[in-house]
């Protein structure tokens, strides 16, 4: 889904894991905080540098060509559309490509939000997809019919990646491309609010 040459942003949580699956593709991954072509999680002693970090403060490591800069700049390549790919965590997501990813109501109105730069990405972006949990932690759906939480975006959403499938986001409704394997469109289904519309070339989920 991420092509050479493309310019990416991931976002807080379960994205930032994409960057240890690049090895062998010339991805321009794009840190917030001023920093182009970060490479996969720094891992150890000899290539942590607190100051090379992404959108969780996971420390990174440089690729070659990697350049440094400050933030305004950085907002102003996704706030002007030059970021081509933006993956973001979700709390909700629904069948019209909206997503809720700012704010845990569980937390109060008082509580702290996750805003960063999420909003502009959602809106700066020029394709954003979804990667996250298929079920929270006491497996409610996050792919429902209606947002519960407030939107960060709407209509945005192409595709979403979840630790059980693969979802394409048409304006039919939600197309089930891939699934884990061993699993069946019904094992999906049941864990999903909005009907599915299942592929015909449904596969299972290539690692």
Known sequence: MIKD???VNLGIGIPTLISDWIEGKDVNMQSEIGM???GPLAMDDETIDQDLINASCQPVTELAGSSFFDIVESFGM???GHIDIAVM???QVNAHGDYA???NLSRGLDGVGNIGGSMDLAAGAKKLNIAMEHTTHD???KIVNELSYPATTVGR???IFTNLAVIKVTPEGLVLKEVFSGLT???IQSVTEPRLIISPDLKDIEL
């Open 5 to 7: 040459g493309q310019y």
């Open 36 to 38: 182009l072509k970060t």
């Open 78 to 80: 996704i706030r002007g």
């Open 89 to 91: 965590g979700a709390l």
């Open 101 to 103: 990813g700012l704010f």
């Open 139 to 141: 497996n409610q759906y």
């Open 157 to 159: 959403v192409s595709i």
């Open 185 to 187: 469109p019904e094992d």
